[in-house]
């Protein structure tokens, strides 16, 4: 026993440790033949010198005069799109909104439009103080944008363009999308434009993610994977799209252009404060914006495939999501119904198993305590989140609830009891003598049930229990037989933990703890898994922790 809790401990240490270099950024780079986030930095430290929000006129002018000239130097012959008096909105007042718009030189019939906003934030909300430099929301994509035509104006030079590029700095984000609003009805911006990329901040570090596109993305995708470190999870674009939050993206795919939207969100209490600035920024982090949006736009200037300006058009939409770095997972809506069909025939197979060894209705009262214990996790999570906002003061919000003390702390220690309740429940069940694929059974089902129903409200986040819960019946097919389970538990484990942990990780990062009841309700539906797996990791073959002591104190008994 002890030498397969040793296994089992390093088994979860090495799945843990795998599942978080998924969100590992890259080393900054100051080489000038790449994307350099030493040059970048230059940016941002010029752009967030002082608070620069549509209240701040003098200083976003100043702001303005800058980008202006460092988009003269890239020959985007920039000009400024200026609309008077546009009304705030809940305010009484009018303010002017200046975009600036600039491209490469020629006539193409395709462009990439690079987006980002200039304007640093104007309104005073929760966990925020109105007085951001914005080097971060967003001087990280308004620099980022600038490195990049850095780079296509260079390679121009030696080769002609295939496809245009045209940059969008918007104003008036922070104050209601006012510049996107209004730029993506400007003719001369939008004019055969075929592809959008918003580059946008919610933090100041960590990895950075596409995690919007708009719909019918199969074609999107296909160009995404161009891209070096991927980092993108179609659950977190579906979640994102029932979200009131908005971003400039939103206006375009709202006026039914194709694109895709990247942020960065960790240290999110920096975020819209005083602590948004060039002290404070994360050059990896700006390095990981460069790895993965620059390689997009070399591909989409330099290849003719995206020539003709309706080149994404599809009515497919499809799932994907980063395994581990390198590792990127694509598939069809068909495949994911044909992977549905697979998972229903494997857990078919198991309840057939399990009524020719007379073991179905245990498993299926053990389906009931699963579904019990998840839906007690989700409620219990909850009940911490609203308990936060009583006792911190900070309005409870699903999706916001920043600068909360030991926020993350209350978080992990949230999993980590409920991992050992799982643990501990399973056991007490194989003391009981209920066998290993008995309790495993009941989360499979308890898996496949949430499958559905993400297939039915969430389909681009089925994957998150569709793999997991085709392991996990094979698990429980192989031990009822006495055939490599313990080796496939390992498998299946490892897999999930492996999957789950960057999700939880940059879901509690982008959600805060208000969103606690939905990591809890994740995270449980993974035990009902992993836990009966650890079983049947430690106890081996088929039978229960009672049988196996009766056979241990027998041999005693006959020894004396």
């Avoid at 934030?121 to 620099?143: C, H, M, P, R």
């Avoid at 980063?322 to 994911?336: A, L, R």
């Amino acid at each position: 026993m002890v030498k397969r809790l040793t296994i089992l401990s390093i088994v979860v240490f090495i799945s843990v440790l795998f599942g978080l270099s998924t969100l590992k950024t890259p080393e900054a780079r100051t080489d000038v033949t790449h994307f350099s986030s030493k040059k970048v930095a230059q940016d941002i430290k010029a752009i967030s010198v002082e608070v620069h929000s549509v209240k701040h006129q003098p200083a976003l002018l100043k702001v303005r005069e800058y980008l202006l000239g460092r988009m003269r130097s890239l020959n985007l012959e920039p000009k400024v799109f200026t609309y008077e008096e546009i009304k705030m909105k809940d305010v009484d007042q009018t303010i002017p909104i200046n975009n600036i718009f600039g491209k490469t030189p020629g006539d193409f019939s395709s462009y990439v439009l690079l987006v980002a906003h200039y304007d640093s934030s104007s309104e005073v909300q929760t966990g925020e103080d109105n007085e951001s430099l914005g080097a971060a929301d967003d001087g990280y994509g308004v620099a980022t944008i600038l490195e990049i035509t850095r780079l296509i104006d260079e390679r121009s030079q030696q080769k002609p363009l295939t496809n245009g590029v045209k940059v969008l700095l918007t104003d008036g984000n922070e104050a209601g999308l006012f510049g996107a609003n209004l730029g993506v009805q400007e003719a001369e911006v939008m004019d055969k434009v075929s592809l959008v990329i918003n580059v946008d901040a919610r933090g100041v570090s960590g990895p950075v993610t596409m995690f919007e596109t708009s719909k019918n993305d199969a074609k999107l995708i296909n160009l995404y994977q161009k891209t070096d470190l991927r980092l993108s999870y179609s659950l977190a674009d579906v979640i994102y799209r029932k979200m009131s939050k908005g971003t400039d993206f939103t206006e375009f795919v709202d006026f039914g252009y194709p694109g895709l939207n990247f942020a960065a969100f960790e240290n999110l209490d920096y975020y819209r404060t005083k602590l948004d600035n060039y002290r404070n920024i994360d050059r990896e982090t700006i390095q990981h914006y460069g790895e993965q949006i620059y390689p997009i736009v070399k591909e989409f200037i330099s290849s003719s495939d995206y020539s003709n300006v309706n080149w994404s058009k599809s009515d497919k939409n499809v799932t994907f999501f980063t395994f581990f770095q390198g590792i990127f997972i694509v598939y069809s809506e068909m495949d994911s119904y044909i992977l549905l069909g697979i998972l229903v025939l494997i857990v078919g197979a198991l309840m057939f198993v399990l009524v020719k060894n007379s073991k179905l209705s245990a498993s299926l009262s053990w389906a009931g305590k699963w579904l019990g214990f998840v839906l007690g996790g989700a409620l219990f999570g909850a009940i911490v989140s609203f308990l936060l906002a009583l006792i911190t003061g900070v309005p409870f919000d699903l999706f916001y609830m920043p600068k909360i003390y030991l926020a993350n702390t209350i978080v992990l220690s949230s999993i980590i009891l409920f991992a050992g309740a799982a643990i501990y429940f399973c056991y007490r069940g194989v003391r009981n003598g209920k066998t290993q694929s008995q309790i495993l059974a009941g989360g499979v089902l308890i898996q496949l049930l949430f499958t559905v129903v993400m297939y039915v409200y969430l389909p681009g986040g089925a994957f998150l229990f569709l793999f997991p819960c085709i392991l996990f019946a094979i698990v429980a097919i192989l031990q009822l037989h006495g055939w490599f389970g313990s080796l496939f538990a390992m498998i299946a484990t490892a897999f999930t933990i492996m999957l789950i942990t960057p999700i939880i990780k940059m879901m509690n990062t982008a959600l805060t703890v208000g969103a606690l009841g939905i990591l809890m309700l994740l995270v449980s539906v993974a035990l009902a898994g992993i836990a009966p797996s650890i079983m049947v990791l430690l106890y081996g073959k088929e039978k229960s922790n009672r049988s196996a002591y009766s056979s241990v104190k027998s041999r005693l008994l006959r020894r004396r």
